[in-house]
T-cell receptor
Framework: GAVVSQHPSRVICKSGTSVKIECRSL??????MFWYRQFPKQSLMLMAT?????????EQGVEKDKFLINHASLTLSTLTVTSAHPEDSSFYIC???????????????FGQGTRLTVV | SQKIEQNSEALNIQEGKTATLTCNYT??????LQWYRQDPGRGPVFLLL?????KEKRKERLKVTFDTTLKQSLFHITASQPADSATYLC??????????FGQGTELSVKP
C-alpha cells in the first residue's frame, strides 16, 4: 500500500517555542492531507484539511493561528504548533488521500504519528 | 450532532474465538464506513471499507457488516490470535474525504 511518512516521531519542546511536524507521501501524490490530534484513550479528532496550493480548512474550535498548516507540494504538508503550551501535548497524526482516488473507493493512508510533549 | 460509539469497554477473548466489535452512529447517513487497526504509539492502518449499499464485506479472517437501518456496523475477527490484540477504530466517511472516528475498542486476545 501507499506510504505516508511523518517526522519526527517524538519531540519534546519547551513551553513557548514552536514545533514543526512534516507529513510526506512517499510513493504517490496527495492533493489532500488531513491533520488529526489524539489524546490518550480517545478518538482521532480532525483538526484541519490541507489542500495543495491553497489555505487549509480548520475544524470548529481549532485555532488557525496556533496550528499553522502548509501544503506547498503534492507530497508534503507541514503542521507547526506555535507558542506551544503543555495542553498542546498530544499525539498528532496526518493522513493523505491519493490524487487520483475517488472518495468512495480509497482508504486514507496514515503517518506513524508524532508524540509531542511540551514541558 | 453526529455521534459515533464503539464498544465502550475493552474486549478480552480467548485465542481461537471470534471477536465482535460494534460501531453505532446517530444523526448521520454515511456513504461508507471504514475500519482501522491502531497499535500503541502508531498511526491507524486501514482494514476494510464497506459502502452504504453493501451488507457485508470479507477479507481473510475479517468480516464487516453495515446496517443503515440500525445505523450500526459489526466487525468480526474469526479464529482470533494474540497478534490481533490492538485498538480497532471505525470511521464514517464525510464530505470532502474527511473521516469521523469512533473512540476505538481495545481488543486483547489471550493465548
Amino acid at each position: 500500500g501507499a506510504v505516508v511518512s511523518q517526522h519526527p516521531s517524538r519531540v519534546i519542546c519547551k513551553s513557548g517555542t514552536s514545533v514543526k511536524i512534516e507529513c510526506r507521501s512517499l510513493d504517490f501524490q496527495a492533493t489532500t492531507m488531513f491533520w488529526y490530534r489524539q489524546f490518550p484513550k480517545q478518538s482521532l479528532m480532525l483538526m484541519a484539511t490541507s489542500n495543495e496550493g491553497s489555505k487549509a480548512t480548520y475544524e470548529q474550535g481549532v485555532e488557525k493561528d496556533k496550528f499553522l498548516i502548509n501544503h506547498a507540494s503534492l507530497t508534503l504538508s507541514t503542521l507547526t504548533v506555535t507558542s506551544a503550551h503543555p495542553e498542546d501535548s498530544s499525539f498528532y497524526i496526518c493522513s493523505a488521500r491519493a490524487r487520483d482516488s475517488t472518495i468512495m473507493n480509497t482508504e486514507a493512508f496514515f503517518g506513524q504519528g508524532t508524540r509531542l510533549t511540551v514541558v | 450532532s453526529q455521534k459515533i460509539e464503539q464498544n465502550s469497554e475493552a474486549l478480552n477473548i480467548q485465542e481461537g474465538k471470534t471477536a465482535t466489535l460494534t460501531c453505532n452512529y446517530t444523526n448521520y447517513s454515511p456513504a461508507y464506513l471504514q475500519w482501522y487497526r491502531q497499535d500503541p504509539g502508531r498511526g491507524p492502518v486501514f482494514l476494510l471499507l464497506i459502502r452504504e449499499n453493501e451488507k457485508e464485506k470479507r477479507k481473510e479472517r475479517l468480516k464487516v457488516t453495515f446496517d443503515t437501518t440500525l445505523k450500526q456496523s459489526l466487525f468480526h475477527i474469526t479464529a482470533s490470535q494474540p497478534a490481533d490484540s490492538a485498538t480497532y477504530l471505525c470511521a464514517l466517511g464525510a464530505e470532502g474525504g474527511k473521516l469521523i472516528f469512533g473512540q476505538g475498542t481495545e481488543l486483547s486476545v489471550k493465548p
